[in-house]
């Protein structure tokens, strides 16, 4: 007999063992942590007894538990994927389902409604932050990279000759993978200044990460600014969306994945030259520090328009 619990087991394994797609250690921990939410209910259950009463119960237990509701989408989502899972020797399912979301009766999942910081906000984060956080956090705003892109470049990943950050890997608690979707592995054109402020920054250092700083340095320092790393991706592409940009090099620079489509047909982003004349014509949309403040500065830096 082969249970829900063993089926999960059997179905991870397989992950782990994909060679031509590796699935990320991340995606792995999150198959984890939701299997292991529904193993209460449906771990010792007969895998063809998991169906759409079963996920209703467990929604119903979800819910109880006070379990945000995209939360419970994302624990039922892997819960028909290892019941799918199970397949005969000619890749047939020996499970077939047809799932009714509306008897399962979970709540609807929300959508996290992200707000970018205001202008004024960001630029006094960058006043009273250290070095390097505020240049870290400068270039995500000057560029949309994701924090784990950012975490992940090396000194060589920066050519400071050509103005490029070469983006290929991301950097989270579990270690370094690959780019997080296909469209993430680029080339961001930064502005000047911001080529400018990581030279200093750099000041000469030539091996070792770009920015010397732990994810989980970058996740306080954003906390105690109450500032949302993803907040400021999307600060960066409200700024690019004022200006008549081709979607096939603004969505390049960001690494959205709707930028496959453009990349079937459009090559204008291989165009380093209108990139980065580009990227200098539509500015930062924030002003730099010229020095980084102390936390509580005697006075305010002057500030450099972009």
Known sequence: MTTFAKQADIYLAGLRARKREPVKVTSLVAFKSRTRAATPVLGNMRLEAVDNGALKTLAAILCDKQYESNSIHAILKVVKQVVASDLDKNGNPRQPRKWNMKFIDAPSPESAEVTPPTREDLENALRVSRSPLWQFMATQAASGLRKGELCALTVDDFDSQIGLLHVSRT???????????????????????????????????????????????????????????????????????????????????????????????????????LRQRLVREVGLGFSLPTVAAMPEPALEPEMVSA
């Open 171 to 273: 950097l989270s608690r579990y270690g370094e993978t690959s780019a997080k979707t296909k469209t993430g592995k680029r080339d961001v054109d930064p502005h000047p200044d911001i080529t400018a402020m990581l030279m200093a920054m750099l000041a000469g250092r030539a091996t070792g990460r770009l920015f010397d700083l732990t994810i989980d340095a970058v996740r306080w320092g954003y906390d105690n600014l109450k500032i949302r790393t993803h907040s400021l991706r999307h600060y960066r592409y409200t700024h690019l969306d004022k200006f008549p940009l081709s979607p096939g090099i603004r969505d390049f620079w960001i690494g959205h994945s709707s930028a496959i489509l453009s990349a079937t047909y459009s090559h204008i982003k291989k165009d380093i030259e």
